[in-house]
Protein backbone atom coordinates (compact mmCIF):
# COMPACT_ATOMS: atom_id res chain seq x y z
CA UNK A 1 0.00 0.00 0.00
CA UNK A 2 1.07 3.41 -0.84
CA UNK A 3 1.31 5.49 2.47
CA UNK A 4 0.77 8.97 1.04
CA UNK A 5 -1.66 7.88 -1.97
CA UNK A 6 -5.08 6.64 -0.44
CA UNK A 7 -7.39 8.38 -3.08
CA UNK A 8 -7.00 8.69 -6.81
CA UNK A 9 -9.28 10.69 -9.04
CA UNK A 10 -9.32 9.18 -12.63
CA UNK A 11 -10.24 11.04 -15.52
CA UNK A 12 -11.73 8.97 -18.38
CA UNK A 13 -13.92 8.87 -21.09
CA UNK A 14 -17.86 8.44 -21.06
CA UNK A 15 -17.26 5.83 -24.11
CA UNK A 16 -15.04 2.96 -24.50
CA UNK A 17 -13.23 4.15 -27.65
CA UNK A 18 -12.65 1.72 -31.05
CA UNK A 19 -11.12 -1.60 -30.32
CA UNK A 20 -10.52 -3.64 -26.95
CA UNK A 21 -7.04 -1.72 -26.32
CA UNK A 22 -8.88 1.45 -23.97
CA UNK A 23 -11.24 -1.13 -21.70
CA UNK A 24 -8.32 -3.40 -20.86
CA UNK A 25 -6.19 -0.40 -20.02
CA UNK A 26 -9.06 0.56 -17.47
CA UNK A 27 -9.62 -3.11 -16.11
CA UNK A 28 -5.90 -3.27 -15.58
CA UNK A 29 -5.94 -0.06 -14.17
CA UNK A 30 -8.83 -0.56 -11.75
CA UNK A 31 -7.28 -3.78 -10.47
CA UNK A 32 -3.70 -2.09 -9.78
CA UNK A 33 -5.79 0.83 -7.91
CA UNK A 34 -7.59 -2.06 -5.92
CA UNK A 35 -4.10 -4.22 -5.31
CA UNK A 36 -2.62 -0.88 -3.78
CA UNK A 37 -5.39 -0.59 -1.31
CA UNK A 38 -6.24 3.02 -2.85
CA UNK A 39 -9.76 4.34 -3.24
CA UNK A 40 -11.03 5.23 -6.57
CA UNK A 41 -12.67 8.99 -6.88
CA UNK A 42 -14.72 9.01 -10.70
CA UNK A 43 -16.97 10.64 -12.50
CA UNK A 44 -20.28 8.13 -10.90
CA UNK A 45 -21.38 6.51 -14.41
CA UNK A 46 -21.13 3.51 -15.21
CA UNK A 47 -20.72 3.93 -19.05
CA UNK A 48 -17.52 4.21 -21.00
CA UNK A 49 -14.24 3.38 -19.47
CA UNK A 50 -15.98 5.47 -16.32
CA UNK A 51 -18.07 2.27 -15.52
CA UNK A 52 -15.26 0.00 -16.65
CA UNK A 53 -12.16 1.15 -14.32
CA UNK A 54 -14.94 1.48 -11.63
CA UNK A 55 -16.37 -2.25 -12.50
CA UNK A 56 -12.50 -3.80 -11.94
CA UNK A 57 -11.73 -2.09 -8.93
CA UNK A 58 -15.12 -3.14 -7.22
CA UNK A 59 -14.39 -6.75 -8.57
CA UNK A 60 -10.75 -6.92 -7.41
CA UNK A 61 -11.88 -5.75 -3.93
CA UNK A 62 -11.05 -2.30 -3.87
CA UNK A 63 -13.07 0.59 -2.61
CA UNK A 64 -14.99 3.45 -4.97
CA UNK A 65 -16.81 6.52 -4.74
CA UNK A 66 -18.66 8.02 -7.68
CA UNK A 67 -19.63 11.89 -7.87
CA UNK A 68 -22.35 12.65 -10.40
CA UNK A 69 -24.11 15.87 -11.23
CA UNK A 70 -28.16 15.45 -10.82
CA UNK A 71 -29.02 16.54 -14.95
CA UNK A 72 -26.13 13.36 -15.90
CA UNK A 73 -27.32 10.95 -13.42
CA UNK A 74 -30.02 9.29 -15.96
CA UNK A 75 -28.04 10.12 -19.10
CA UNK A 76 -24.32 8.67 -17.73
CA UNK A 77 -26.35 5.85 -15.50
CA UNK A 78 -25.48 6.56 -11.88
CA UNK A 79 -23.38 3.82 -10.82
CA UNK A 80 -25.54 2.32 -7.86
CA UNK A 81 -22.98 -0.66 -7.32
CA UNK A 82 -20.27 1.13 -5.90
CA UNK A 83 -19.74 1.99 -2.30
CA UNK A 84 -20.65 5.52 -2.64
CA UNK A 85 -22.27 7.68 -4.85
CA UNK A 86 -22.89 11.58 -4.61
CA UNK A 87 -24.94 13.28 -6.49
CA UNK A 88 -24.25 17.12 -6.61
CA UNK A 89 -25.47 19.77 -8.48
CA UNK A 90 -23.66 20.96 -11.16
CA UNK A 91 -20.51 19.88 -12.72
CA UNK A 92 -18.25 22.96 -10.95
CA UNK A 93 -19.38 20.89 -7.90
CA UNK A 94 -18.44 17.47 -9.30
CA UNK A 95 -14.62 18.80 -9.93
CA UNK A 96 -14.91 20.15 -6.85
CA UNK A 97 -15.71 17.42 -4.71
CA UNK A 98 -13.86 14.81 -6.70
CA UNK A 99 -10.78 17.40 -5.87
CA UNK A 100 -11.19 17.28 -2.21
CA UNK A 101 -11.46 13.91 -1.78
CA UNK A 102 -8.23 12.84 -3.77
CA UNK A 103 -4.62 12.72 -3.42
CA UNK A 104 -3.62 12.38 -6.48
CA UNK A 105 -4.94 12.30 -10.46
CA UNK A 106 -4.65 10.03 -13.50
CA UNK A 107 -5.43 10.75 -16.76
CA UNK A 108 -6.34 7.99 -18.85
CA UNK A 109 -7.78 8.25 -22.61
CA UNK A 110 -11.00 10.69 -22.48
CA UNK A 111 -12.63 13.22 -24.64
CA UNK A 112 -13.48 16.80 -23.86
CA UNK A 113 -14.53 16.47 -19.88
CA UNK A 114 -11.40 14.16 -19.79
CA UNK A 115 -9.10 16.79 -21.30
CA UNK A 116 -11.00 20.19 -19.23
CA UNK A 117 -10.56 18.11 -15.53
CA UNK A 118 -6.82 17.63 -16.26
CA UNK A 119 -5.90 20.86 -17.77
CA UNK A 120 -7.90 22.39 -14.46
CA UNK A 121 -5.71 20.76 -11.69
CA UNK A 122 -2.61 20.84 -14.01
CA UNK A 123 -2.97 24.51 -13.81
CA UNK A 124 -4.15 24.77 -10.35
CA UNK A 125 -0.74 22.92 -9.38
CA UNK A 126 1.33 25.05 -11.40
CA UNK A 127 0.00 27.66 -10.05
CA UNK A 128 0.64 26.81 -6.38
CA UNK A 129 -2.90 25.87 -5.20
CA UNK A 130 -2.00 22.17 -4.45
CA UNK A 131 0.44 19.88 -4.65
CA UNK A 132 -0.90 16.66 -5.26
CA UNK A 133 0.54 14.43 -7.81
CA UNK A 134 -0.81 14.18 -11.69
CA UNK A 135 -0.05 11.36 -14.14
CA UNK A 136 -0.93 10.84 -17.61
CA UNK A 137 -1.26 7.26 -18.37
CA UNK A 138 0.05 7.38 -21.85
CA UNK A 139 -0.48 3.29 -22.76
CA UNK A 140 -0.72 2.82 -26.13
CA UNK A 141 0.14 6.41 -27.29
CA UNK A 142 -3.42 7.88 -26.76
CA UNK A 143 -1.99 11.00 -25.59
CA UNK A 144 0.61 11.37 -27.51
CA UNK A 145 -0.79 14.47 -29.78
CA UNK A 146 -1.43 16.21 -26.99
CA UNK A 147 2.12 15.69 -25.29
CA UNK A 148 3.50 17.00 -28.75
CA UNK A 149 1.24 20.30 -28.56
CA UNK A 150 1.98 21.10 -25.04
CA UNK A 151 6.03 20.88 -26.20
CA UNK A 152 5.05 22.92 -29.19
CA UNK A 153 3.50 25.34 -26.77
CA UNK A 154 6.21 25.21 -24.66
CA UNK A 155 8.49 25.72 -27.56
CA UNK A 156 6.67 28.78 -28.15
CA UNK A 157 7.48 30.38 -24.85
CA UNK A 158 3.69 30.01 -23.83
CA UNK A 159 4.01 27.26 -21.20
CA UNK A 160 6.15 26.52 -18.96
CA UNK A 161 8.11 23.54 -18.75
CA UNK A 162 5.07 20.81 -17.77
CA UNK A 163 7.86 18.62 -16.15
CA UNK A 164 7.37 19.45 -12.18
CA UNK A 165 3.48 19.73 -12.99
CA UNK A 166 2.68 15.76 -14.14
CA UNK A 167 4.12 12.77 -15.11
CA UNK A 168 3.62 10.09 -17.95
CA UNK A 169 3.58 7.10 -17.66
CA UNK A 170 2.99 4.23 -20.32
CA UNK A 171 1.43 1.11 -18.61
CA UNK A 172 -1.39 1.20 -16.24
CA UNK A 173 0.57 -0.48 -13.67
CA UNK A 174 3.14 2.19 -13.78
CA UNK A 175 0.56 4.62 -12.15
CA UNK A 176 0.98 4.33 -8.27
CA UNK A 177 4.58 4.43 -8.18
CA UNK A 178 4.83 7.04 -10.45
CA UNK A 179 2.52 9.16 -8.18
CA UNK A 180 4.84 7.83 -5.30
CA UNK A 181 7.81 9.55 -6.51
CA UNK A 182 6.51 12.81 -7.93
CA UNK A 183 7.61 15.58 -5.80
CA UNK A 184 5.44 18.79 -5.16
CA UNK A 185 6.23 21.74 -7.61
CA UNK A 186 8.65 24.03 -6.48
CA UNK A 187 6.17 27.40 -5.11
CA UNK A 188 5.76 30.14 -8.31
CA UNK A 189 6.75 33.47 -7.22
CA UNK A 190 4.62 35.18 -10.01
CA UNK A 191 2.19 33.86 -12.21
CA UNK A 192 4.31 33.12 -15.07
CA UNK A 193 3.20 31.46 -18.32
CA UNK A 194 0.57 28.81 -18.43
Request: charged share 25%; aromatic share 8%.
Amino acid sequence: MTASIKSLCVYCGAAEGRGPGYRDIAQRLGRHIAQNQVRLIYGGGRVGLMGVVADAVKSAGGQVTGVIPNFLEVREIGNREIDELRVVDSMHARKQLMFELSDAFCMMPGGFGTLEEFFEVMTWRQLGQHDKPIVVLNEGGYWDPLLRLIEHGRQEGFMADPAPFYMVVDRAEDVIPALSRQPAPKKVGAVGRM
